[in-house]
């Protein structure tokens, strides 16, 4: 039987690596921001004249909103991760 060992060791984020991500997050807010702003265009359209394509745009916007905010999930528990191991420091 054969037994492994890993070590596992943790660099302390620096202080532009985390300028760089919370960019990147905001970026990806801003995002959100324009596709709830697009969405709310197309569902009135949709809504008020019964107008088919502005309801098939909306739901590809959804759909993009869909992926913008599963990207911003995972950059807000990265970074959430490498503040907890910074405060570990």
């Known amino acids: 039987m054969q037994v ?5 060791t943790f660099e302390r ?5 985390l ?3 919370i960019y ?3 970026q990806h807010y ?3 921001k324009e596709l709830v702003e697009e ?3 197309d569902i009135q359209k949709f809504e008020e004249h019964q107008n088919k394509t ?3 745009r909306a739901r590809g916007v959804l759909q993009e909103v869909k992926v913008v905010a599963q990207a911003l999930r ?10 907890a191991l910074k405060g570990k420091k």
């Open 4 to 8: 492994h060992a890993f070590v596992i």
């Open 13 to 17: 984020p620096s202080k532009s690596l």
């Open 19 to 21: 300028k760089t991500i």
């Open 24 to 26: 990147k997050e905001m």
């Open 30 to 32: 801003q995002k959100l």
């Open 39 to 41: 969405l709310g265009v």
């Open 54 to 56: 502005a309801g098939t």
């Open 74 to 83: 995972q950059e807000i528990q990265e970074t959430k991760n490498k503040l």
